[in-house]
């Protein structure tokens, strides 16, 4: 076990790291420091992404492949010169990136909006009128408005979704935000994401499902991060929030919210070995869902994830969803309550899902119970788990026992399997939002 020296050790050592000044840069150029962070791979065992390979990034870049970009047409020439392609291209390479990077720019500067990007066809008032449940009914939209929102669609994914291949690293020097993007790291394999604040992903045509639940919902296809069909991907020391553009500013169509966000780290459609360490996600609704799908097949034995040394500020829902995985929780601390909030860990289908020493902090009408939802899973482990509650002082609780006393049927309290990828034995539960207030989120490395 630790002893408190130890552990203070360790938080001074991090602290230093963290609020070093960096040495001066030349002009155009990363300084030494944000040269060193370029390089790092993530430490054996951090992890599933430190499985097998491990994950190295673009460290081993040559000079030619390192960049610094300040504008989105400079990020998809550093990540290989075509966006359609970028995918594909397997040289390692370093990026850092400087100031605000806009999905909504066009290739010489020009800012974009929504009316852009619309097919010719397409209207939002007309779309309303056509599709409304009061005479459409509960089926969904087809004809020519719903093409043309279709293609409306194809066009903002081609100007928005950012492209990002294998053997990659991507690192924000001081200040750095992506926003109205998503990073797409699909059939990749070895990438690296870090000390970058990723704001307003929106979907400027979101999807009309009337099935979905009782009243149907408003869907958005775009996340900030997504990490689909992919191995060894670490994702560290990021900000994950809605900017100016929050869900709760947003309208009401067909009585439902127009959602015009979707998660903050997806993993889906097979991916695996991902690490998620030291982000802040901020007023997000959905976080991040391992497994996109109820169906049994090719998500079996995939979808193993580590999150990590997190802060879920006011976030609703998703923290994570869990479907098949081996998903590895530990060291997070959750600030949790108020309007729309949800649960936190979803226990879904054949998931396998081990949380231990977490800390949550829960505001308004918040309770342990809550803070499971069973998403047609059976069992998780948890352990180690502190709440405080309002002005209470912070104490122990299962989490799983609260949930069972209040939900039928009973989880079961076996995950059925032990992590062993861990860099670090977890810290005691009390001190987790000590480190991870400090730490976690952009700007906390020393660029």
Not at 125 to 147: I, M, N, Q
Not at 285 to 297: A, E, H, P, Q, R
Request: charged share 20%; aromatic share 8%.
């Amino acid at each position: 076990m630790r002893t408190r020296t130890s552990v203070v050790a360790a938080l001074t050592a991090a602290l230093v790291l963290t609020t070093a000044a960096p040495a001066p840069a030349a002009p155009g150029k990363p300084s030494r420091a944000a040269e060193l962070i370029g390089r790092q791979a993530l430490a054996a065992n951090d992890g599933w992404a430190a499985a097998g390979t491990g994950t190295t990034g673009g460290s081993a870049a040559a000079p030619d492949r390192v960049h610094v970009v300040r504008t989105r047409a400079e990020l998809v020439a550093a990540l290989g010169g075509d966006n359609a392609t970028n995918a594909a291209d397997t040289t390692a390479k370093i990026v850092y990136v400087a100031g605000t990077i806009d999905g909504f720019e066009g290739p010489d500067g020009t800012p974009l909006d929504c009316a852009d990007l619309a097919d010719p066809e397409y209207s939002l008032p007309a779309y309303l009128a056509a599709y409304d449940p009061a005479t459409w009914g509960r089926v969904s939209p087809s004809g020519p408005l719903e093409a043309a929102r279709v293609r409306s669609v194809a066009a903002q994914t081609r100007q928005t979704q950012i492209n990002v291949g294998s053997n990659t690293t991507i690192v924000g020097l001081r200040g750095a935000r992506l926003t109205g993007l998503t990073l797409m790291i699909d059939r990749v394999d070895n990438v690296i994401v870090r000390n970058i604040e990723f704001t307003d992903a929106r979907d400027c045509f979101p999807a009309w499902s009337p099935t979905d639940g009782d009243t149907g919902n408003w869907n958005s296809q775009y996340d900030q991060i997504s990490v689909r069909r992919s191995e060894h991907v670490w994702i560290d020391h990021n900000t994950f929030t809605d900017g100016d553009n929050p869900d709760s500013a947003q309208p009401v169509y067909f009585g439902r919210p127009w959602q015009v966000h979707d998660g903050s780290v997806d993993v889906t459609h097979t991916a695996s070995l991902v690490t998620v360490s030291w982000n802040r996600f901020t007023g997000r609704d959905k976080v991040m869902l391992i497994g996109s799908s109820n169906t049994v097949g090719p998500d079996v034995g995939r979808l193993d994830v580590t999150v990590r040394h997190n802060l879920f500020d006011g976030t609703l829902q998703r923290l994570p969803r869990v479907r098949f995985g081996r998903v590895d929780v530990h060291e997070n601390h959750y600030r949790l309550g108020g309007p729309g909030f949800a649960y936190a860990l979803g226990v879904g289908v054949q998931s396998a899902l081990y949380a231990e020493n977490n800390f949550f902090t829960l505001t308004g009408d918040a309770i342990p119970a809550d803070l499971l939802y069973d998403w047609g899973g059976t069992a998780l482990t948890e352990r180690g788990t502190w709440v405080r509650q309002g002005d209470r002082l912070p104490r122990p609780v299962s989490l799983l026992a609260a949930y069972n006393a209040a939900h039928d049927p009973d989880l079961g309290g076996d995950a059925g399997w032990t992590p062993t990828l861990r860099a670090a034995r977890p810290l005691p539960a009390p001190l987790v939002p000590l480190a991870v207030d400090a730490f976690a989120g952009a700007g906390r490395l020393p660029l």
